[in-house]
């Protein structure tokens, strides 16, 4: 399968837990998203890669959530000391160029619980 | 705030009815729109999508939306469901000016009766 891979699948962690995501876009896809669905809701947009930059992070994105791409291709996201409202699909994305005449791939996501 | 709003929550037809799901967005500029689908148990997937030209657009297994830029509107319509068609579909916009990021409307479920 060619298409945006990310693991694990689900992870459930107790609150006050480091947990870290992990993303695998489409080969060569230069943008890669994350976003954050909880249930009855439309996925909420977290942050954003051209290649190995990080160029928008949303409001959304505290302190305590880091995101990186260090070679331009995976990516990780990492949540420290979750809260149980972390508890969400964390979606990932990833498009083949710049600019907006495009359209993104998303991946089956990680399903976070934290109790 | 740039928002988008998907009219119905739940919408349940039978077999070979009509659907039309309403979809608004509120942004001043020039925008490119999208229809994504999430079947169950499955990642979302593109359906159809808006840049620009004939505002009236053809996706996947049948479905059509038609842009309508005095309405800020981008409803999405198919003339005959199957119990397939069983899933949520999610209305998204990006602003031009916005460097590619999707803003979603919060999804409606379908659920096609055999």
């Known amino acids: 399968d060619t298409g945006v891979s990310q693991d694990p699948r689900h992870k459930i962690t107790k609150r006050g837990q480091n947990v870290t995501f992990r993303c695998d876009p489409i080969?060569?896809?230069?943008?890669l998203y994350w976003y954050r669905q909880t249930l009855g809701q439309g996925p909420e947009f977290l942050t954003y890669?051209?290649?190995?930059?990080?160029?928008?992070k949303s409001r959304l994105l505290s302190d305590r959530f880091s995101a990186e791409r260090p070679k331009g291709s995976f990516s990780t996201l990492e949540i420290q000391r979750t809260e149980q409202g972390d508890s969400a699909m964390y979606l990932c994305?990833?498009?083949?160029?710049?600019?907006?005449?495009?359209?993104?791939?998303f991946g089956q996501g990680t399903r976070l619980t934290v109790v | 705030a740039q928002s988008v709003s998907q009219h119905n929550h739940h919408v349940i037809l039978s077999e070979a009815a009509s659907l039309e799901l309403g979809c608004n967005y509120s942004?001043?500029?020039?925008?490119?729109l999208f229809w994504y689908v999430q079947y169950p148990g499955q990642h979302l997937q593109l359906l159809l999508k808006?840049?620009?030209?004939?505002?009236l657009v053809k996706g996947i297994k049948g479905f059509e939306a038609e842009f309508i830029k005095s309405k800020f509107s981008f409803n999405l319509r198919k003339p005959s469901v199957q119990w397939s068609d069983t899933a949520e579909y999610f209305c998204?916009?990006?602003?031009?000016?916005?460097?590619?990021?999707?803003?979603f409307g919060q999804g409606t479920e379908l659920s096609v009766k055999p």
């Open positions: 808006y840049f620009s030209g004939d505002p």
């Open positions: 998204a916009v990006i602003p031009r000016r916005e460097g590619g990021k999707l803003i």
């Open positions: 080969s060569e896809h230069n943008r």
């Open positions: 994305a990833s498009s083949p160029r710049q600019g907006t005449n495009t359209e993104a791939f």
């Open positions: 942004y001043g500029g020039t925008v490119n």
């Open positions: 890669f051209q290649n190995e930059a990080q160029l928008e």
